[in-house]
């Protein structure tokens, strides 16, 4: 890693540390020396470069992200006394009725070519950035020191984060863990991170454990798209009614393997919906600007089919992840299928989440 006071290249950022998912809160004496827990927030992962003069942001995937979000440049000159390399998150805060929720929607709006788009966002929907972990700071590369003493020099560093920069909170205690799990999702945060107190900073390596909310939903088949190599099926179209009836995507289900996408299409052949001509009804598909090259086409089935599938939240009216397919349900009437049978988090103000 080169030092924080040569901000490095696009080819030398440092790659963040991941987590791998687990079913519930481990317990701290499940690793040496106990977990510190602390809220998944549903943002941009981001590193910060800071070498006393200037400010990069890297991306997860090594992009840069600092033209994106000339507010945060400022604030974290203000906020930072010395070179450091900060690891965190980009979130964007909305006003909603009885406080503040996180708006994944409106933070990706702000990946955007254009520089007169991008000023103008950067008042309109200015973002924030949560720090939660320290990996340089001076000359000092704190990447072989543990978790627990490079948390403590992050707490030093932001002893009193003016916002939008923030300090993320932190526990202990696995009780906590649990309460931040069942109120903190109504602030649109995705779960609760536990992260080994005695271990080093792992670049890339899927040392943490992340927890997020588990749901299962019917819906309505729609239509499918072909796999990407072109056989069989890539992803089901899904869509639940509304109150008036009608129905309205929200989503779709993929990761099928090379067997199940082959026997899908014969599955699927009897709904496929057909023209008076007797040829195969297509779609044209939602684009946006990450998909403009994109094919977004898919084949239309009538809406007789119905899926059970596995989610984790729901973003306004549609998942806000790629769901996981569970079985079919003969059982259930597509018109059952309605937006009633999501289960909503109680609101939480997420002023009461930041530091």
């Known amino acids: 890693m080169k030092t924080p006071v040569d901000i490095p290249s696009p080819a030398h950022l440092v790659s963040p540390m991941l987590a791998k998912p687990v079913a519930s809160v481990p317990e701290p004496d499940a690793v040496p020396g106990g977990y510190s827990y602390e809220p998944k927030w549903d943002g941009f992962r981001a590193i910060v470069y800071f070498d006393g003069t200037d ?19 400022a604030a974290l000159h203000q906020n930072l006394a010395e070179p450091c390399v900060l690891d965190g998150e ?14 994944w929607e409106a933070l990706s709006q702000r990946i955007h ?10 008042v309109e929907t200015p973002a924030s950035f949560v720090a939660f972990d ?10 072989d020191e543990p978790l627990a003493q490079r948390r403590e020099r ?45 271990a080093p900073y792992a670049p890339g390596k899927r040392t943490m454990l992340k927890i997020k909310h588990e749901r299962t939903a019917d819906a309505v088949v729609t239509g499918y798209r072909i796999h990407a190599s072109g056989v069989g099926v890539g992803s089901l179209l899904l869509g639940l009614y509304d109150r008036n009836g009608e129905l309205q995507p929200v989503g779709g289900a993929s990761a099928f393997s090379d067997a199940r996408r082959r026997e899908l299409i014969d ?8 023209d008076d001509a007797g040829e195969i009804v297509r779609g044209a598909g939602e684009r946006n600007r990450f998909s403009a090259s994109k094919d977004t086409s898919f084949v239309k089935l009538v809406p007789a089919l119905v899926v059970e599938v596995k989610y984790d939240q729901m973003e306004g009216a549609r998942f806000r992840h790629t769901v996981q397919f569970r079985r079919w349900r003969p059982d259930r009437d597509p018109e059952t299928c309605t ?10 103000d997420l002023n009461k989440v930041l530091l």
Do not use: C
């Open 267 to 274: 599955e699927l052949a009897p709904y496929v919906e057909r």
């Open 113 to 122: 070519p254009a520089e007169s788009r991008i000023a103008k966002l950067s």
């Open 339 to 348: 937006f009633a049978q999501l289960e909503v988090p109680v609101a939480y």
């Open 55 to 73: 400010v990069e942001i890297g991306s997860r995937g090594s992009k840069m992200l600092t033209r994106y979000f000339p507010e945060l440049v």
């Open 154 to 198: 992050l707490e030093k560093l932001l002893a009193s984060p003016k916002a939008p920069v923030h300090l993320s909170q932190v526990s202990r205690d696995p009780a906590i863990a649990e309460r931040w799990l069942r109120e903190f999702e109504g602030a649109g945060l995705d779960g609760v991170i536990a992260k080994p107190l005695q």
């Open 134 to 143: 320290l990996l340089a700071i001076g000359n000092e590369s704190l990447l």
């Open 90 to 103: 980009i979130v964007l805060r909305a006003q909603v009725e009885g406080g503040e929720r996180l708006d």
